[in-house]
């Protein structure tokens, strides 16, 4: 696997390829990562990761500055799971000057949910990602359906821009006990790890109910309740309609999404119904 660090030398590498596919990360690996990267690599000609903490997807009191940074065993573990290429740059390197053009989100898709908790996250994200596809110029993106939202925004730039990119969703990876794989899972101390597949289980439950004919607005509210009674300080737990991520339509697919704080640690997860 070759490291490069400039977009000149990412450019020169990706230069004989005409299908890369690309995975983009802020790094502290886990197998949700790999499993991207293993999926990508039969779908291009050449497959690419980033690994970069992007400062403009972080709120002031947000963890930026603590974030772990581990390239050399992010490095080791994209060339066991087959990436070919790993583009790791600086900070100057990506914003050498302040990024005052930025792409702003359908505030109809990016305002509520994780938009609603942490305002101007998803500018940060498309504007970041917008940048690295302009880097690398993929034919193939991979996301995890982890960050359900974020791939829903994600889809709509690109079709809105025309951008001429596939974007191939994955599946969330699970621990053996269900708990969503995650960066920051890290944080959980080892009593915290054992309650934190609440989460999923909350969500599990909520699906159940729903299939079973029960409104979505009193699932939410007990699933709330629920997680508030074990010590959970939780910002949502929402039924979505799937595409739009709005209240559901009579017969809409579902998915349900939740965001709360255990501890210092905030977890997201996600199901469709």
């Known amino acids: 696997m070759q490291v490069v660090h400039t977009i000149a030398a990412l450019r020169e590498q990706l230069a004989p390829f005409r299908r890369p596919a690309f995975v983009a990360t802020m790094g502290n690996l886990h197998e949700g990562h790999m499993a991207l990267v293993r999926r990508a690599?039969?779908?291009g000609d050449v497959t690419v990761a980033s690994v970069f903490v992007n400062r403009l997807q972080f709120l002031p009191h947000e963890d930026f500055d603590s974030y772990p940074r581990t390239l050399e065993a992010d490095a080791a573990q994209l060339a066991a799971a087959g990436c070919d290429l790993l583009f790791a740059p600086g900070e100057r390197e990506l914003y050498p000057e302040p990024q005052t053009f930025k792409v702003l989100p359908d505030p109809a898709l990016a305002d509520l949910l994780e938009g609603a908790f942490r305002p101007g996250f998803f500018t940060g994200v498309?504007?970041?990602v917008m940048k690295l596809f302009q880097c690398v110029q993929p034919r193939v993106a991979l996301f995890g359906k982890k960050d359900y939202q974020q791939l829903m925004v994600i889809r709509h730039m690109v079709r809105q821009f025309a951008l001429p990119i596939e974007i191939?969703?994955?599946?969330?990876e699970r621990a053996g006990?269900?708990?969503a794989l995650s960066s920051r899972n890290g944080y959980l101390s080892p009593q915290q790890r054992a309650e934190a597949v609440e989460l999923s289980r909350a969500l599990t439950r909520m699906a159940q109910r729903l299939?079973?004919?029960d409104a979505a607005s009193i699932v939410e509210d007990d699933a709330m309740a629920h997680l508030r009674q074990r010590g959970w300080q939780p910002d949502y737990m929402a039924v979505r309609g799937r595409t739009g991520l709005q209240p559901p339509a009579p017969g809409e697919p579902l998915v349900?999404?939740?965001a709360a704080r255990l501890g210092d640690t905030r977890?997201?997860?996600n199901l469709e119904v």
Do not use: H, K, S, Y
């Open 41 to 43: 690599r039969p779908l």
């Open 126 to 128: 498309c504007t970041v």
């Open 168 to 172: 191939v969703a994955q599946e969330t």
């Open 177 to 179: 006990d269900g708990l």
């Open 211 to 213: 299939r079973a004919g």
């Open 256 to 258: 349900v999404l939740g």
């Open 267 to 269: 977890l997201i997860d």
